[in-house]
Structures are given as structure tokens and as C-alpha cells.
């Protein structure tokens, strides 16, 4: 079993959806959640960085984190076609810890 | 500020050779990790220099190897290579703990 559990679709959406991205995890030494957005042909970009559970806005992006479920979600309201990328959940433990990757979601959003 | 940058942005190479990746880092930043991406697969961690020491590694074998310079660029080395090594590498920088933030990569081809 992997320790980070992410569904890699394609997820296909209309333009101004609302997209809901998830991943599990197992590995209950986990403090850090992030989400990346990588584009085709180019390196992952951070979008939110969380620390333990809660939950954290940043403009269209929300971020969830339930730590007693071991479940985080990424929420983008009103999505766009540009938004249309691969979704990359991570998560280490504290300190310097390595990142540990989800698989991807592919998402599309078309006009 | 500058970001992440890696170069070269493409390589082919053939079974056997050895190959080495450079990365300059975010202005700011001091430790640097290397990822190893398949296709359609998250990054993988290979291993984290802070102040030019190892400061992790992941499951790779001794022929991934690299360095850390006192201006906090690094380099990846890989000897022997397999058809298997083909893939994204990924180098991400932070300062101390915080954040990481990727360049676009190098993509290796093993032919």
C-alpha cells in the first residue's frame, strides 16, 4: 500500500465548476500538507501549504485538512480553462523531511 | 527573484553512461532536494543537501549521488545508467524547512 492515495482521473469539468481534488494517507506522522499544480512539460508550483488539520483559503483554492480521518482535499470554486493541469498532494513529517508524493489528479476544465 | 532554474532542460544518453544535472537555487534558499518523476507518476525523493551535506536520502541506489555547492547550487550524478533512470528530475529548493518550490526539470531519455 502506498503511503499517499490520490485518484488520477482525468477529472473533466465545465468551465465555472466547482472541482473537488482528494487524497488519503497513511502514515499518521504526517504535519505538512501541500498542493502543487504542475502544467504540462513543467516542474510542480506550489499552491497551499498547511500545517495540521483545518482548513485554509486562498482566493479560488481552499485546502482541507482532517488529520483523524488521514483525508486532505483541495477545493477550486468558479474553475477556470487555465486551471486545467495535473494536482499533486504532499505531505512530510516535520522538520526536513522528504516530501512524499501523490500520484496526480489530471484535471481538465474546458469552455 | 530568481527562481528554480536546471539545466539542461533535455538529455539523451545510452545505457551505461554517466550523467550529471546542475541546479541553481531560489535566491535565499539553502537546502536543496532532488525528485525523480516517471510518467504519470508523482516525484519520488532521491535526496537533500543542506549546507553541502546529505541530509537524507531516499530509496536510490549509491550511483545517484550528488553535491551541494557553498553557493547552494547542486549537482545530480548518475552512474551506470539503466533504461529505468529515464524520467523528470525535479530539484527544489527552500530555506531551511520551509516550502518547497521546484524548477521545471530535466528530462532524461535512457536509450
Known amino acids: 500500500q502506498k503511503e499517499v492515495e490520490q485518484d488520477p482521473g482525468p477529472l473533466s469539468v465545465p468551465e465555472g465548476a466547482i472541482v473537488s481534488l482528494n487524497c488519503t494517507y497513511s502514515n499518521s506522522a504526517f504535519q505538512y500538507f501541500m498542493w502543487y499544480r504542475q502544467y504540462s512539460r513543467k516542474g510542480p508550483e506550489l499552491l497551499m501549504y498547511t500545517y495540521s488539520s483545518g482548513n485554509k483559503e486562498d482566493g479560488r483554492f481552499t485546502a482541507q485538512v482532517d488529520k483523524s480521518s488521514k483525508y486532505i482535499s483541495l477545493f477550486i470554486r468558479d474553475s477556470q480553462p487555465s486551471d486545467s493541469a495535473t494536482y499533486l498532494c504532499a505531505m512530510k513529517a516535520g522538520g526536513y523531511n522528504k516530501l512524499i508524493f501523490g500520484a496526480g489528479t489530471r484535471l481538465a476544465v474546458h469552455p | 527573484e530568481t527562481g528554480v532554474t536546471q539545466s539542461p532542460t533535455h538529455l539523451i544518453k545510452t545505457r551505461g553512461q554517466q550523467v550529471t544535472l546542475r541546479c541553481s537555487s531560489q535566491?535565499?534558499?539553502?537546502?536543496v532536494s532532488w525528485y525523480q518523476q516517471a510518467l504519470g507518476q508523482g516525484p519520488q525523493f532521491i535526496f537533500q543537501?543542506?549546507?553541502?551535506?546529505?541530509?537524507g536520502r531516499g530509496n536510490f541506489p549509491p550511483r545517484f549521488s550528488g553535491l551541494q555547492f557553498p553557493n547552494y547550487s547542486s549537482e545530480l550524478n548518475v552512474n551506470a545508467l539503466e533504461l529505468d533512470d529515464s524520467a523528470l528530475y525535479l530539484c527544489a529548493s527552500s530555506f531551511n524547512d520551509q516550502p518547497q518550490h521546484f524548477g521545471d526539470g530535466t528530462r532524461l531519455s535512457i536509450l
Open positions: 535566491s535565499g534558499h539553502n537546502t
Open positions: 543537501y543542506y549546507r553541502e551535506e546529505e541530509n
